[in-house]
């Protein structure tokens, strides 16, 4: 089966660091991403990883582990614009580039 | 100018109603999906097309149907709308590299 699971809620101080961490089991693998959503607004695109490693992008960085099926997102220099779900995708290769996504992890940042 | 577009951006129908949902894009993409999104579930996929003669379900295509028009332009119906397709719909586009671009949502409610 296909499964991805993140925390449901994360709660964090301005200014901080935050880790949100995704597991998944998926049929295939064909790289995995993260997304911001924003209520009531369409998801943005944030990161993509296919190999193992950290890719950074300015305070936010991803990090995949293959063989352990594991993803995280690090945000870093927490801002309140940063309160968001953070939405962990899978891409399988099987049916080519149909995503798999997460429930998403609720995000609050706090003064 | 958006790259996706939606409309409605929201619609309220009742029961046994039949509704379009209509998503146009001007990213060149060949590939298309709708989605819906429900508190607690994340983004679930209803139909995918990869061209213009292809369409494929998605894990909850039950009481859906769509049409692909042309490269720009997928739209998905519902026959007969029932109280629990009231969710928040998302239309998105990918290219070759998988990354998702989503429209801006449409809010629907089936009383």
């Known amino acids: 089966g296909q499964n991805i699971d993140q925390p449901t809620e994360m709660t964090a101080t301005e200014g901080a660091i935050v880790q949100i961490n995704c597991t998944y089991q998926?049929?295939?693998?064909?790289?995995l991403f993260w997304y911001q959503q924003h209520a009531g607004e369409a998801p943005t695109f944030l990161s993509y990883?296919?190999?193992?490693g950290l890719e950074e992008k300015g305070r936010f960085s991803s990090f995949l582990s293959r063989s352990k099926g594991y993803s995280y997102l690090l945000l870093k220099e927490l801002q309140m614009k940063d309160s968001a779900s953070y939405l962990c995708?899978?891409?399988?290769?099987?049916?080519?580039?149909?995503?798999?996504f997460g429930a998403g992890t609720r995000l609050f940042v706090k003064a | 100018d958006a790259d996706v577009t939606q409309t409605p951006r929201n619609r309220i129908t009742k029961t046994g109603k039949r509704i379009m949902l209509e998503c146009s894009q001007t990213?060149?993409?060949?590939?298309m999906y709708w989605y819906r999104q429900d508190p607690g579930l994340g983004l679930r996929l209803i139909y995918y097309?990869?061209?213009?003669?292809?369409?494929n379900k998605g894990e909850i295509s039950d009481g859906y149907s769509v049409s692909r028009q042309a490269q720009a332009k997928f739209s998905l119906s519902l026959e007969s709308a029932i109280p629990n397709q009231t969710a928040l719909y998302f239309c998105?586009?990918?290219?070759?590299?998988?990354?998702?671009?989503f429209g801006p949502g449409t809010r629907l409610t089936v009383l």
């Open positions: 998105a586009t990918s290219g070759a590299g998988g990354q998702q671009f």
């Open positions: 998926t049929s295939g693998f064909n790289g």
């Open positions: 990883n296919v190999l193992d």
């Open positions: 995708a899978v891409s399988p290769n099987t049916g080519g580039f149909k995503t798999i």
């Open positions: 990213k060149g993409h060949d590939r």
């Open positions: 097309s990869f061209d213009v003669k292809d369409i």
